[in-house]
Each structure stands twice: as structure tokens, then as C-alpha cells.
């Protein structure tokens, strides 16, 4: 089992420029959520998905997008990057049981902004 | 929404003593509190949580007390050893439909042998 996986690990974009980050799991989980930490912060929930094909706002959703067509990846996009979305950014996959909610996370992407 | 404030923002110890982390949370009905633990340049782990029925627990070296009343939790590591330094994240959230956790902003510990 590879876990959380995200592509790519680093990268750079000058401002107004578009990406998508891809963030995949092969175990099953129905939820999924994207994180971005910065330095002096914990994390903060962008974006979360409890289940294939829906997706639901965090905490600092603005000018981050998402979409999750198959139930084991969940994209993010920046469809005009700016400068305060230099971040790290942390996919975390979870069960829906109550039981077993451990959030399991991605190796992160360092994304920096010009 | 949830608040979650946690406490100290740096923390040393030597090696062999314990280390407690306090973090208080604003939202009386989130239910569900765990801890990460961050090593440089690494994802996050989770290391111990705890539920709202629950007062306290244990898991090892490390354990976690809940106050529900004043709205506060607590992490403790016993026997510190210099692999236990790293950044801990405390967390809260209301299980429901999608678990949202809200985030400490962390405590770096330095363990020093």
C-alpha cells in the first residue's frame, strides 16, 4: 500500500498562473481533505470531500478549488495564483466511522508563488 | 467556529524528563481531540487521541487528559528521549458528516541529551 500519495512534491508558479495539485489513496477511505500549513500555523482545512463526486468548503476555501470524480483521488486548483497561497499543502484521507477517523497524510507539496 | 489555542509555542526539556502540552478549545460540543507529531520536513502523524467520553488516555510514554468542563486538553510525554523532538499539533472537531479538524498552531519540543 502506498498510503497518501501527492503529485508533485515542489513547485513554483509566478502570480496569476494555474495549477492542480493531485493527491491519491489506495485505502478506501470515504473522506478526504486538503490541509495548507504555514510556518508559525497549524494546519488549516481548505477543502473536504466526504465521498465521491461531492466536496464541501473548510476554513480558507477562497481561491482554492476542488473536485473528486473518483473516490480514491481528490484534485486542488489554484485557478490564479497569488502570492499569500505560498504554502505547504497536506492531503489526508480518513473512514467515515466514527471509530476510525484517524486522518492519514500525504507527503505534502511545497508550492511557492512569485 | 471552533478556536483551538495551544500552549507553550516552544518547550525544552532534558532528556528523561516529562513534557506537557495544553491546548483549550472555544466550541463545547467538539467531540473528538487528537495530537500530531511533526518531524522536520515530514508529513503529520497522529500519536494518541481522545473522545469526549473519555477523561483520559494512555498509550506508552505518552497520554492525553480532557477537561471538558474548562475546555482543555492536555499531552504528556514521560521519559523524554531526544527522538521525541519534533512539532506537536493538538487538534479539535465536532465528529459529524466529514470530520474537520481545527488545528493548534504547534509546540516545538527539544529534547536535549
Known amino acids: 500500500n502506498a498510503g497518501v500519495t501527492q503529485t508533485p512534491k515542489f513547485r513554483v508558479l509566478k502570480t496569476g498562473q494555474s495549477m492542480t495539485l493531485l493527491c491519491a489513496q489506495d485505502?478506501?477511505?470515504?473522506?478526504m481533505y486538503w490541509y495548507r500549513q504555514d510556518p508559525g500555523m497549524g494546519l488549516r482545512l481548505i477543502h473536504y470531500?466526504?465521498?465521491?463526486?461531492?466536496?464541501a468548503k473548510g476554513e480558507v476555501p477562497d481561491g482554492y478549488n476542488v473536485s473528486r470524480l473518483k473516490k480514491q483521488n481528490f484534485l486542488l486548483g489554484l485557478e490564479s495564483a497569488a502570492p499569500s497561497q505560498t504554502s505547504v499543502y497536506f492531503c489526508?484521507?480518513?473512514?467515515?466511522?466514527?471509530?476510525?477517523?484517524?486522518?492519514?497524510f500525504g507527503p505534502g507539496t511545497r508550492l511557492t508563488v512569485t | 467556529g471552533e478556536n483551538v489555542e495551544q500552549h507553550p509555542s516552544t518547550l525544552s526539556v532534558q532528556e528523561g524528563d516529562s513534557a506537557v502540552i495544553k491546548c483549550t478549545y472555544s466550541?463545547?460540543?467538539?467531540?473528538?481531540f487528537p495530537w500530531y507529531k511533526q518531524e522536520l520536513g515530514k508529513r503529520p502523524q497522529l500519536i494518541i487521541d481522545?473522545?469526549?467520553?473519555?477523561g483520559e488516555k494512555k498509550d506508552q510514554r505518552i497520554a492525553v487528559t480532557l477537561n471538558k468542563t474548562a475546555k482543555h486538553f492536555s499531552l504528556h510525554i514521560t521519559e523524554t528521549q531526544p527522538e521525541d523532538s519534533a512539532v506537536y499539533f493538538c487538534?479539535?472537531?465536532?465528529?459529524?458528516?466529514?470530520?474537520?479538524?481545527?488545528f493548534g498552531a504547534g509546540t516545538i519540543l527539544r529534547v536535549k541529551s
Open positions: 489526508a484521507s480518513s473512514y467515515s466511522s466514527r471509530e476510525r477517523d484517524e486522518q492519514y
Open positions: 485505502m478506501n477511505h470515504e473522506y
Open positions: 470531500s466526504v465521498g465521491e463526486g461531492t466536496t
Open positions: 466550541d463545547s460540543a467538539s467531540n473528538y
Open positions: 481522545i473522545r469526549s467520553n473519555v
Open positions: 487538534a479539535a472537531s465536532i465528529w459529524e458528516y466529514g470530520n474537520k479538524l481545527v
